[in-house]
């Protein structure tokens, strides 16, 4: 379920960085394109991060872990997106994230020099970096308003769809996820525990409304969609 807009901003950034390797390196001397297996730290709370990571493929996890050792779930990151340090004195400040694989992902590391040096000689790349981190933080707003006002039920269900949104793929009940994700980890996005979203997803499959393995979560739009009356 991707938009003609994000396919052609994939196409730029992928024709950007498979070009020359050699050339980029000379220009920008700090970039490595990086392959990690499901379950990498890209970077942790609490570390002092100087890089940026750019998603060439795979989803990137962005969590925050509470005081009460609670795990928030802040976004989910695909192709294209930026994550890691954006600021000039990260040096001497701690990051308050972690960035973990759910998958496979292949990404480029940059330091924060080089990658402010790319943004002011590339402008299109520029322009999608800024576009993309306003809708990131257009999802974690959205997010949050639907913490604090609706029940954890309606909170599943645009979850789900926000999801099908991301990642995706015609089936025949609607759209397979191309993401694998527990039920612990749906949980930590919807902000409540995995008991709870468990008892809901299990009434929703029973209703027709999605279906899942171990593997996968398809999930049937439109049956969402009524129920929620929108």
């Not at 990151?77 to 001497?92: E, H, I, M």
């Not at 959205?142 to 006002?149: A, G, S």
């Not at 599943?156 to 769809?161: Q, R």
């Not at 099908?164 to 996005?189: K, N, P, S, W």
Request: aromatic share 10%.
């Amino acid at each position: 379920m991707q938009s003609i807009a994000h396919d052609a901003k994939s196409k730029l950034i992928r024709e950007f960085f498979e070009r020359d390797m050699n050339q980029l390196q000379k220009d920008y001397p700090s970039i490595v394109e990086i392959n990690v297996p499901k379950k990498t730290f890209l970077y942790r709370q609490g570390d002092y991060c100087s890089n940026l990571f750019w998603i060439k493929s795979g989803i990137v996890k962005l969590s925050h872990l509470t005081e009460q050792g609670s795990e928030i779930t802040i976004d989910l990151l695909k192709r294209g997106g930026v994550t890691g340090c954006f600021q000039n004195n990260s040096a001497d400040q701690e990051i308050d994230e972690t960035a973990q694989t759910l998958g496979e992902v292949n990404y480029y590391r940059i330091a924060y020099g080089d990658f402010k040096a790319m943004m002011s000689h590339q402008a299109e790349l520029a322009w999608y970096v800024i576009e993309d981190m306003y809708a990131r933080r257009q999802r974690v707003e959205r997010k949050l308003r639907t913490i604090l006002t609706q029940p954890v039920e309606v909170r599943v269900i645009n979850t789900l769809l926000e999801l099908a949104e991301m990642f995706g793929i015609r089936c025949t009940h609607g759209y397979t996820l191309e993401i694998h994700l527990t039920q612990q980890e749906v949980a930590d996005l919807v902000g409540a525990s995995r008991s709870v979203v468990s008892t809901i997803l299990n009434d929703f499959r029973n209703r027709g409304m999605l279906d899942y393995t171990r593997d996968q979560i398809c999930i049937n739009d439109a049956a969402l969609h009524d129920f929620c009356g929108f």
